[in-house]
């Protein structure tokens, strides 16, 4: 994500998530104090930015001197993450780190910390076009 020519780049099996407000409501009309608001357990927030995913070891990089696997100048392989650029996010605040970066907020958030993700249609892949199974596959 590139801001005022500085690029932001986020690592690991993380994600850079722009806040939406707290509800300041409840669900009667009551309304809540900014404190009670921030001490909420979940939050929400859009995904702006995402981390390449959790490195891996590839298999053929097993030996008795596994420091010579970076010495071949091997890429590091990476497991893909399920949240992508755009979706909305439900995750745990007590597992994000608070950051502003050129005047924003920002709230770094693990992965493992997002409860739900909210793709919008149009902008999801269609799993219709190459479906993991047919209907072929389970006719008797």
Same mark, same amino acid.
């Given at each position: 994500m590139r801001i005022n020519s500085k690029k932001l780049l986020v690592v690991g /099996? $993380? +994600?850079l998530v722009s %806040? @939406?407000?707290g509800e300041e409501r409840t669900r009667v009309g009551l309304y809540l104090p900014q404190a009670a608001v921030e001490k909420m357990a979940v939050q929400s927030g $859009?995904? +702006?930015e995402v981390g %390449?995913? @959790? %490195? *891996?070891a590839s298999p053929?990089?097993?030996s008795e001197e596994p420091w010579k696997a970076y010495e071949k100048g091997n890429k590091t392989n990476y497991v893909?993450?399920?949240a992508s650029v755009g979706d909305d996010a439900l995750f745990l605040r007590n597992a994000a *780190? &608070?950051? &502003?970066?050129e005047g924003h907020q920002y709230l770094i958030v693990p992965h493992a910390a997002i409860l739900l993700l909210v793709r /919008? %249609?149009?902008t999801a892949v269609d799993d219709e076009e190459d479906p993991e199974f047919s209907e072929s596959d389970f006719k008797l």
């Open positions: /099996d $993380r +994600v %806040p @939406t407000k $859009r995904i +702006v %390449p995913g @959790t %490195p *891996v053929n990089e097993f893909p993450l399920e *780190v &608070e950051i &502003e970066f /919008d %249609p149009e």
